[in-house]
Each structure stands twice: as structure tokens, then as C-alpha cells.
């Protein structure tokens, strides 16, 4: 029988992941902040903070690091100018993470569900951990399937997007071999987020 999706090639592969800062009362709604996109085997394709399009009322420094030096010199990038190069580089390609839906949202980029491999939704990782109906941390995720610690200070979108990397390589023959025939082996992302999905 035919594969009904092809298993991509290392080369179709990127991970990403974002950090967001606050924004509006209490800093409770998230904007994006820095994002960063690492290859297969790790190496950085873009690690960038982005300038905020709103007032930055939370900058979440105690888990980010980021402070408002970072957002505001005149070399920071615009929001729309890096959304456009993350849109650009993402085409085409097979995007891992962890609780992706997050990150595209705050980035108002969507991309295909049948081109995510979503760490947080796959659901061999959340069965081993016996929390079949629920979303596992990234860093409880590496203490328990890979011994190692991540997220240990502050967040660090380079470190997060090599981690959910290294899970998806742990499984990837069996990832891409249960999609190869149609059998979808993740849990769907939270309904509310579905305009992130094409």
C-alpha cells in the first residue's frame, strides 16, 4: 500500500518556538516577543527579538529575561517584517514544537495541521506519562521520556525549540510511519485556536 503521506526529509524540518511578553491589563494577553527556528539537527535559522506593536505592560523578566532594551532599540526588527521572514521560512516545511498553536498565534500565521508534529499533542508521549486527555509541559516532557532538564532559569526559545526537536527525533520512525498510513497518532489542539491550522 502507498504511503498516504510521504515521510518528509530531514531538509523539510524546522522547529520553532516563541516568547511572549504582556500586554494590556495586568499583562495578561500575550504578544509575541522573540521567536526562534532551529533545523533538524539543531542549528539556529533564526533567533530574533521583534518590536512590540503595542505597550508592553508585563515584560515577564523573571522567566523570560527579556527587558525592554531588547524590544526597543532601533535594531529590533518590526512585528511585520518578522512575521513575513517566519511565514517565508515555514513554507513548505514540517513544523515541530511544543503547544504549537501558541506560537502561531501569537506570530497570525497559520500553517497545514498535516505539516505539525506537536510534542504537546502527541499522544504515545502523553499515555506514557498517564495523562492521556491532558497537555504535558515541554519541561516535564524531557524530565520524564529523556532524563534532561530544560527551562531550568529563564525561558530560552532556541533551548525549547531544540528540546521538542530531540523528542520528535526519539519517535520520528513511528511518528511518520503512523501518519504515512493515515493512522494520525496526536490529539487535535484546543478548538479556540483552530484559525491557526489551514
Avoid at 523539510?12 to 511578553?21: D, E, G, P, R
Avoid at 506570530?107 to 504515545?124: C, E, F, K, N, S
Avoid at 525549540?161 to 520520528?172: F, G, I, K, N
Amino acid at each position: 500500500m502507498a504511503a498516504k503521506y510521504p515521510v518528509p526529509s530531514s531538509d523539510k524540518i524546522l522547529a520553532l518556538s516563541c516568547t511572549n511578553v504582556g500586554v494590556g491589563p495586568g499583562g495578561t494577553t500575550a504578544m509575541l516577543a522573540r521567536v526562534s527556528i532551529v533545523d533538524y539537527r539543531g542549528q539556529v535559522i533564526l533567533d530574533t527579538y521583534v518590536s512590540p506593536t503595542m505597550q508592553v505592560s508585563d515584560y515577564r523578566t523573571a522567566t523570560t529575561g527579556i527587558e525592554s532594551s531588547h524590544l526597543l532599540s532601533p535594531d529590533t526588527p518590526a512585528f511585520t517584517q518578522v512575521q513575513q521572514h517566519v511565514a517565508d521560512l515555514i513554507k513548505g516545511k514540517v513544523l515541530v514544537g511544543h503547544s504549537l498553536w501558541n506560537d502561531l498565534s501569537v506570530l497570525g500565521i497559520p500553517h497545514p495541521a498535516v505539516a505539525t508534529r506537536d510534542v504537546a499533542l502527541y499522544q504515545p508521549f502523553r499515555n506514557a506519562l498517564r495523562s492521556p486527555n491532558q497537555v504535558i509541559g515541554l519541561q516535564t516532557l524531557m524530565w520524564h521520556l529523556m532524563c534532561r532538564r530544560c527551562q531550568d532559569g529563564q525561558l530560552h526559545p532556541v533551548e525549547n525549540a531544540r528540546a521538542s526537536l530531540d523528542l520528535y527525533r526519539t519517535v520520528s520512525s513511528e511518528w511518520e510511519g503512523a501518519i504515512a498510513i493515515g493512522n494520525w497518532p496526536s490529539c487535535l489542539p484546543p478548538s479556540t485556536f483552530s484559525r491557526c491550522y489551514l
